[in-house]
Structures are given as structure tokens and as C-alpha cells.
């Protein structure tokens, strides 16, 4: 699945693209972002799940999901799992 990671500007309170990545077999996306680059902040990880439902053969209701997270510090290992139906998903923060 493709999805893209964002990084909250505070000043000019903008989306601004870090990177972008496709899931593995997995459903992970490992080595998507640097340490160097992963710094303390807002960000905002876009999945588009539409796009994968399509490429399934499948419609599905969300077009895309948007998740919001507060990094406070990047040095901790973090895993944004996203449990996904063609009508539903749910996420948390992993481990």
C-alpha cells in the first residue's frame, strides 16, 4: 500500500511531505524515515487505501487514511500498525 509521512510546519501551520514509501509483504514499511530526519513533532501518516482496495479488484469506503501522532521523543522505537476492512480500520500505537 502506498502512503505518504507529513510533518506539521507550526509556524505557517502546514502539511509538509518528509517522504513517501509502500508497505512490504508485511504491511510494513521499514527504513521510511532517518533518525536524522525524525525529529520532535507533528506528523501525519497518509495511507491510500482506496488505491490498494482498487488494485485488489475491490471498492472500498475510505478513499484514504489520515493518522495524526505527536512525536516527543524520536529516539524510542515506534510502530503505527493500521488494522484495515474495505469498511473499517483502527490503529494504535505499537511497539
Known amino acids: 500500500m502506498a502512503l505518504s509521512l507529513?510533518?506539521?510546519?507550526?509556524?505557517l501551520v502546514i502539511w509538509n511531505l518528509v517522504t513517501v514509501?509502500?508497505?512490504d509483504e508485511d504491511g510494513r514499511c521499514p527504513g521510511l524515515i532517518t533518525t536524522k530526519a525524525f525529529t520532535p513533532?507533528?506528523?501525519k501518516m497518509?495511507?491510500?487505501?482506496?488505491?490498494?482496495?482498487e488494485s485488489l479488484g475491490h471498492?472500498?469506503?475510505y478513499p484514504y487514511v489520515e493518522i495524526v501522532f505527536t512525536?516527543?521523543?524520536?529516539?524510542?522505537?515506534?510502530?503505527?500498525?493500521?488494522?484495515?476492512?474495505?469498511?473499517?480500520?483502527?490503529?494504535?500505537?505499537?511497539?
Open 41 to 43: 513533532g507533528m506528523y
Open 6 to 11: 507529513h510533518r506539521l510546519d507550526s509556524l
Open 71 to 95: 512525536i516527543t521523543n524520536p529516539n524510542e522505537r515506534f510502530h503505527l500498525p493500521l488494522l484495515l476492512s474495505r469498511f473499517s480500520y483502527s490503529t494504535y500505537r505499537g511497539s
Open 59 to 61: 471498492n472500498s469506503f
Open 46 to 53: 497518509r495511507f491510500e487505501t482506496g488505491q490498494y482496495w
Open 21 to 23: 514509501g509502500t508497505t
